[in-house]
């Protein structure tokens, strides 16, 4: 559910993960925020979005400079959303394991393709270059582009990263078939959805719902008869 708002393509490849929460219901849905982000006048966007069900939704590709946390922290980072509030404890944080896991594996792909090391920095570390990750808080020390808290003083830092650094070095099957998703099969399957969707330009059928390209076809069909 990719988001128009975003600053293009990167000019160098990311060294960094920030984390982030969007600040609404911890237990809102992932294609919410998403579908959100993907209006112009929301002015903001993610990399990745995860929500407590273990859903992982692309709000924009890895290669594009999302508008998540001022500059550079966008231009240097890839931006995980938590749906989730930073005034969440660590054991608020902790019952949450699917979201946990999930956005663990995601992080732990990105630390794996662009080299990225499984360690939570400073603000003074990620300010000098250092490569990791880190919370939009930390981009806050290391640059105060913004005055954002989150993802907050609860979350579970060490435990997130012993996440990441289990699923980088216990490889399951799992990761093992989203590795093999490649960012090729993704925008393939992006197109081949924009090409199914509803489409307002089609028309509506009997509920105002938007006909798909099928339907579309199917109701002139019908109509030739």
């Not at 990311?14 to 294609?31: C, K």
């Not at 105060?144 to 003083?153: E, I, M, Q, R, S």
């Not at 090729?184 to 992006?190: I, P, V």
């Amino acid at each position: 559910m990719l988001s128009p708002n975003d600053s293009g393509v990167r000019a160098a490849p990311p060294s960094l993960v920030i984390v982030h929460t969007n600040e609404g219901d911890p237990n809102g849905r992932a294609d919410d925020l998403a579908a959100y982000l993907q209006k112009p006048s929301s002015q903001a966007s993610y990399t990745l979005i995860v929500d407590r069900t273990g859903r992982i939704v692309r709000s924009n590709d890895d290669e594009f400079v999302p508008w998540a946390a001022g500059s550079p922290a966008n231009e240097r980072g890839l931006h995980l959303c938590f749906v989730g509030r930073a005034v969440q404890s660590t054991a608020e944080w902790l019952a949450q394991p699917r979201q946990l896991d999930a956005a663990a594996r995601a992080v732990a792909d990105w630390c794996r393709r662009y080299n990225i090391p499984a360690t939570w920095l400073t603000g003074d570390r990620m300010r000098a270059g250092a490569r990791g990750i880190g919370g939009h808080d930390t981009t806050v020390f290391a640059w105060h582009a913004t005055d954002h808290t989150d993802p907050g003083a609860g979350f579970p830092r060490a435990q997130f990263v012993a996440l990441v650094n289990k699923h980088l070095t216990g490889t399951s099957q799992q990761e093992d078939d989203d590795m093999a998703f490649t960012d090729e099969d993704r925008r393939k399957l992006d197109y081949i959805y924009g090409q199914l969707r509803p489409w307002p330009q089609l028309g509506t059928n009997d509920k105002g719902e938007p006909l798909t390209l099928i339907d579309a076809v199917a109701e002139l069909k019908a109509n030739d008869r």
